[in-house]
């Protein structure tokens, strides 16, 4: 499997893969599975809070607007978690968008609109994100060096 550039290409077995049903309770048990893994490898809170939070943000974007809420699709989602870095991919079946259209939400006219703030927050919170052509696909990378960690 190629992964985005930047990204270490890493073999299709150095990946766990879970497929997830598209409902906010479903997917708590995959990211208890990541932090549990960060926490073994002995992540900061800081690390760990920034995993947690691009995390939440993908997921919570693949169930309301990739698929609007409709339970009866699925999320699919890769990730590895080593000594060096945590890698996640999340994809859900919708349509997909462009990130690059998303309004800067601290720009003075978006501030009070709804949108655009997981993206930004994702990409402030990784090292490294990068959307599919379809926009129905990221993956995020978040470097241990990127941590201020030893």
Not at 23 to 48: K, M, T, W
Not at 106 to 132: A, F, K, Q, W
Not at 140 to 147: C, I, N, V
Request: proline share 6%; with cysteine.
């Amino acid at each position: 499997m190629k992964l985005p550039p930047g990204f270490p290409q890493l073999s299709e077995p150095e990946l766990i893969e879970l497929t997830l049903t598209s409902d906010y309770d479903a997917v708590r048990s995959c990211e208890e599975a990541i932090l549990d893994g960060i926490e073994r490898h002995g992540y900061d809170d800081d690390f760990r809070f920034a995993i947690k939070l691009a995390l939440e943000e993908a997921l919570t974007n693949a169930i309301r607007h990739g698929h609007a809420n409709d339970t009866q699709k699925s999320i699919q989602v890769r990730y590895r978690v080593d000594a060096q870095r945590v890698i996640i991919m999340v994809r859900d079946q919708g349509r997909g968008f462009d990130p690059e259209s998303v309004p800067d939400p601290t720009l003075d006219e978006n501030l009070e609109r709804p949108c655009g703030r997981g993206v930004m927050l994702m990409r402030c919170y990784m090292t490294s994100i990068h959307y599919n052509d379809k926009g129905n696909e990221v993956w995020m990378l978040k470097d241990r060096a990127d941590s201020g960690m030893p």
